[in-house]
T-cell receptor, first 112, second 114 residues
Framework: DAGVIQSPRHEVTEMGQEVTLRCKPI?????LFWYRQTMMRGLELLIY????????DSGMPEDRFSAKMPNASFSTLKIQPSEPRDSAVYFC??????????FGPGTRLTVL | GENVEQHPSTLSVQEGDSAVIKCTYS??????FPWYKQELGKGPQLIID?????GEKKDQRIAVTLNKTAKHFSLHITETQPEDSAVYFC?????????????FGKGTKLSVKP
């Protein structure tokens, strides 16, 4: 079975540009999570959806960040405009009715 | 809210020895405690988890123990192998009633020397 799929795997962009990260959860899972990982702050939950509805976005750092889940098989995390301090690895995870989350391979974002 | 402390931050052992990583949590209502292994360039992978209705769980060379009274839980790896080298994260469920909202520890970098 395919796991969580994320794209792109690597993204290099310049400050001020829009960045869109994509995630396809495991088929049948009804919860989706976006995390950010940095050396300084570790793994931080940004936002999570249940049945395509955002439940908790308190981890979204600021208005430059937005996330959508238009259907059960796709989600995006957008940063506009991007800043160098947004450089991190962004993970998507999904789960089905339980607390057990399965992570994707991540997107390494570098903002110059 | 929930807070998870993890120790040590780095751990180096000889192949064949045991490794123990410890975590504490703050929210007595937390009832789910997973452990993840993250290899370089990859996402965290679930290796074992425990719920608050049990005190210990084993899976081959890996075991997890939970002390609800003390709000401690630990990961035990026996007969370590070089392929066990990775960063290990503990986690606990976050806000009350917020299913799936995991709060992660800062991670332990385990190095197994051949």
């Amino acid at each position: 079975d395919a796991g969580v799929i994320q794209s792109p795997r690597h993204e290099v962009t310049e400050m001020g540009q829009e960045v869109t990260l994509r995630c396809k959860p495991i088929s049948g899972h009804n919860s989706l999570f976006w995390y950010r990982q940095t050396m300084m702050r570790g793994l931080e939950l940004l936002i999570y959806f249940n049945n395509n509805v955002p439940i908790d976005d308190s981890g979204m750092p600021e208005d430059r960040f937005s996330a959508k889940m238009p259907n059960a098989s796709f989600s995006t995390l957008k940063i506009q405009p991007s800043e160098p301090r947004d450089s991190a690895v962004y993970f998507c995870a999904s789960s089905f009715r339980t607390d057990t989350q399965y992570f994707g391979p991540g997107t390494r974002l570098t903002v110059l | 809210g929930e807070n998870v402390e993890q120790h040590p931050s780095t751990l180096s052992v000889q192949e064949g020895d045991s490794a123990v990583i410890k975590c504490t949590y703050s929210d007595s209502a937390s009832n789910y405690f997973p452990w993840y292994k993250q290899e370089l360039g990859k996402g965290p992978q679930l290796i074992i988890d425990i719920r608050s209705n049990v005190g210990e769980k084993k899976d081959q060379r890996i075991a997890v123990t939970l002390n609800k009274t003390a709000k401690h839980f630990s990961l035990h790896i026996t007969e370590t192998q070089p392929e066990d080298s990775a960063v290990y994260f503990c986690a606990a469920v976050g806000a009350r009633g917020s299913q799936g909202n995991l709060i992660f520890g800062k991670g332990t970098k385990l190095s197994v020397k051949p």
